[in-house]
């Protein structure tokens, strides 16, 4: 059973970058079947998509998010993370590390990790 | 990218059927059939429920169903369980290899 586990600080400071790393458990990252992505939900609030990456390495970002944003992925260790730099408030949330299920990239996100609070702090 | 547009809150009476609505635009939902739905109770990890507009994973049940018209998708459950009281989210792909949600519906089931 494929399991993913998201794991990282949970406080970080503004203006200050957010490191996440998903451990993926039960299959491997560098399968050319599927694309990992990251999702967050603000407290309280909806779903939104932040980036992907391919076991090839290519990566696709959020518009909004891009100049921010940075994927990568260690297939020795079957991880791939997340960095965001220069942090607000407003990016404070829940992080979920997902797998695409299908290729062509299809946005259909069948395994999720549990998720990781973080929080940006002033 | 914007996100799509869901109504804030449906409800319905147990064993009913409810509809949610997804709104995007001809360069999300109108171009792809790349549709997918996911519930999501408190405190958990969202379930994928829908993909590819009206695909249902196994395990999911059949009381779950998706459609699409032009840049507007639907998710309809049938038979109204109180277990369905949950936050349902759509997602599209958006081209490039992109996602974009909706906004997210409260359902409550009565």
């Known amino acids: 059973q494929l399991q993913l586990q998201e794991s990282g600080p949970g406080l970080v400071k503004a203006s200050e970058t957010l490191s996440l790393t998903c451990t993926v458990s039960g299959g491997s990252i560098s399968s050319s079947s599927y694309y990992w992505g990251w999702i967050r939900q603000p407290p309280g609030k909806g779903l939104e998509w932040i980036a992907t990456?391919?076991?090839?390495?290519?990566?696709y970002y959020n518009p909004s998010l891009k100049s921010r944003v940075t994927m990568s992925m260690d297939t020795s260790k079957n991880q791939f993370s997340l960095k965001l730099t220069s942090v607000t408030a407003a990016d404070t949330a829940v992080y979920y590390c997902?797998?695409?299920?299908?290729?062509?990239?299809?946005?259909?996100?069948?395994?999720w990790g549990q998720g990781t609070l973080v929080t940006v702090s002033s | 990218q914007s996100a799509l547009t869901q109504p804030a809150s449906v409800s319905g009476s147990p064993g009913q059927s409810i509809t949610i609505f997804c709104t995007g635009t001809?360069?999300?939902?109108?171009?792809?059939?790349?549709v997918s739905w996911y519930q999501q109770h408190p405190g958990k990890a969202p379930k994928l429920m829908i993909y590819e507009v009206s695909h249902r994973p196994s395990g999911v049940s059949y009381r779950f169903s998706g459609s699409k018209s032009g840049n507007t998708a639907s998710l309809t459950i049938s038979g109204l369980q109180a277990q369905d009281e949950a936050d349902y989210y759509c997602c599209s792909h958006a081209g490039s290899s992109t996602s974009v949600f909706g906004g997210g519906t409260k359902l409550t089931v009565l």
């Open positions: 001809s360069s999300d939902v109108g171009s792809y059939n790349l």
């Open positions: 990456i391919y076991y090839s390495g290519s990566t």
């Open positions: 997902a797998r695409d299920a299908a290729i062509p990239y299809s946005s259909t996100f069948d395994y």
